[in-house]
């Protein structure tokens, strides 16, 4: 079955301890992205990435660190998570690029305390 | 002002009612519009692109009107299962292609 896969799906943790968001897709997507959406604010993307060692800020990114390594896999990192990064966080992909229809993975909420 | 400015509703609606959504967008340059459905704590997925001529699938109708910079979402004859959050989606291109996502209007249709 085509799909975005995240993990974990819900994370409560303590500011300044690091976590990774792990996201993985299995359509052989160039293109990748991480959002976060809040009430009132809407999706906001975070980071996102052309391809394999491709990556590049959105429109949030402080706080947040990426990688790709594989073309397959997108993980968000929090170095240091504080409160205000307490969302739901979205992975997405999308054949080629923000053109595209987006692929959402099933989301992470994460509570930073 | 927002890029992408919905009315957050909730509009509730009886079953086999219309119901129209609009969305204005503040870039005259905007390429390309979208509208995504997200049901409650799920993930959004596309529900239909919004084309300049206007375009239907099956019981939903998106238009855009470049001029006034809006498009709308027309769904006829609502289900039940059409209750869901419909975002207005936004692509700008130039240096870097960048969708932008409206905050949503929330739908309830009532039996």
């Known amino acids: 079955e085509a799909q975005v896969t995240q993990n974990p799906r819900y994370l409560i943790t303590v500011t300044g301890k690091k976590l990774t968001v792990t996201c993985s897709q299995n359509m052989n997507h160039e293109y990748m992205s991480w959002y976060r959406q809040d009430p009132g604010l809407g999706l906001r993307q975070i980071y996102y990435s052309m391809n394999v060692e491709v990556t590049d800020k959105g429109d949030v990114p402080e706080g947040y660190k990426v990688s790709r390594k594989e073309k397959r896999n997108f993980p968000l990192i929090l170095e240091s998570p504080s409160p205000n990064q307490t969302s739901l966080y979205f992975c997405?992909?999308?054949?080629?690029?923000?053109?595209?229809?987006?692929?959402f993975g099933p989301g992470t909420r994460l509570t930073v305390l | 002002r927002k890029e992408v400015e919905q009315d957050p509703g909730p509009f509730n609606v009886p079953e086999g009612a219309t119901v129209a959504f609009n969305c204005t967008y503040s870039n005259s340059a905007s390429q390309s519009f979208f509208w995504y459905r997200q049901d409650c704590r799920k993930e959004p997925k596309l529900l239909m692109s919004?084309?300049?001529s206007g375009n239907e699938d099956g019981r939903f109708t998106a238009q855009l009107n470049r001029a006034s910079q809006y498009i709308s979402l027309l769904i006829r004859d609502s289900k039940l299962s059409d209750s869901a959050t419909y975002l207005c989606?936004?692509?700008?291109?130039?240096?870097?292609?960048?969708?932008?996502f409206g905050t949503g209007t929330r739908l309830q249709v009532t039996l």
């Open positions: 919004v084309y300049s």
């Open positions: 989606v936004v692509l700008n291109t130039g240096t870097a292609s960048k969708l932008t």
């Open positions: 997405a992909s999308s054949p080629r690029g923000s053109y595209n229809e987006q692929f």
